[in-house]
């Protein structure tokens, strides 16, 4: 079965700087796709960003960008120029092959980011 | 762009009764939706797995019977909490699969409050 593991319960940062919000998973899969949701207070999920494991090139959005290490199993997310409105819970998600859309979740982490 | 709404945002119900929450993609097709269960500042557990035209696929722990999920048309399913009682209580939010490689939304979530 896979598994995805958030250890950093909950981070901190100061406005302006750069966070880096750690995931590993594992799978016996080849291929799938890795995500990152952000959710805010008003519970809705927010697709921050998305790789597909066959790319090699890391996903990038705007401040957002990914380091995923394939062979490591990793899969980080940095956030640049930190704002207050990226104060939120970031979960890591997994999804196998098939094109299923069953997300498994790793179990979040909460960002504070400080004036 | 595509959406998924759920219905109702919030809702109070007396122990014992039934509740029940909609999930409906509003400008695609969903063949398959998933639904999800929360509890404070926790990970989303997928609850199960709802099909189109056939039976439910539950996650183990999950009680078929408490949380009967109907897929009866291309956008519309349904989560009915039957004899619901305080435990009950949680964030419930569903999402749904477009086309394309995992192209997966979600609901704005529904706040379950049993007394």
């Known amino acids: 079965a896979q598994t995805v593991t958030q250890s950093q319960p909950e981070m901190s940062v100061q406005e302006a700087e750069t966070v880096t919000l750690s995931c590993t998973y594992d799978?016996?899969?080849?291929?799938?796709?890795l995500f990152w949701y952000k959710q805010p207070p008003s519970r809705q999920m927010i697709l921050v960003i998305r790789?597909?494991?066959?790319?090699?090139q890391n996903a990038t959005e705007n401040r957002f960008s990914v380091n995923f290490q394939k062979a490591a199993k990793s899969f980080s997310l940095k956030i640049s120029d930190s704002q207050l409105g990226d104060a939120a819970m970031y979960f890591c998600?997994?999804?196998?092959?098939?094109?299923?859309?069953?997300?498994?979740f790793g179990q979040g982490t909460t960002l504070q980011v400080k004036p | 762009g595509a959406v998924v709404s759920q219905h109702p945002s919030w809702v109070i119900c007396k122990s014992g009764t039934s509740v029940k929450i909609e999930c409906r993609s509003l400008?695609?097709?969903?063949?398959?939706m998933f639904w999800y269960r929360q509890f404070p500042k926790q990970s989303l557990m997928l609850m199960a797995t709802?099909?189109?035209?056939?039976?439910?696929?539950?996650e183990q722990g999950v009680e078929k019977d408490k949380f009967l999920i109907n897929h009866a048309s291309l956008t519309l399913s349904t989560l009915t909490v039957t004899s619901a009682h305080p435990e009950d209580s949680s964030f419930y939010i569903c999402?749904?699969?477009?086309?394309?490689?995992?192209?997966?939304?979600f609901g704005e979530g529904s706040w379950l409050t049993v007394v």
């Open positions: 799978t016996s899969e080849s291929d799938y796709y």
């Open positions: 999402s749904a699969r477009a086309e394309g490689p995992n192209t997966i939304y």
């Open positions: 400008d695609f097709q969903a063949t398959t």
């Open positions: 998600a997994f999804v196998g092959s098939g094109n299923t859309g069953k997300l498994i």
């Open positions: 790789q597909e494991a066959y790319k090699q």
């Open positions: 709802s099909n189109e035209g056939s039976k439910a696929t539950y």
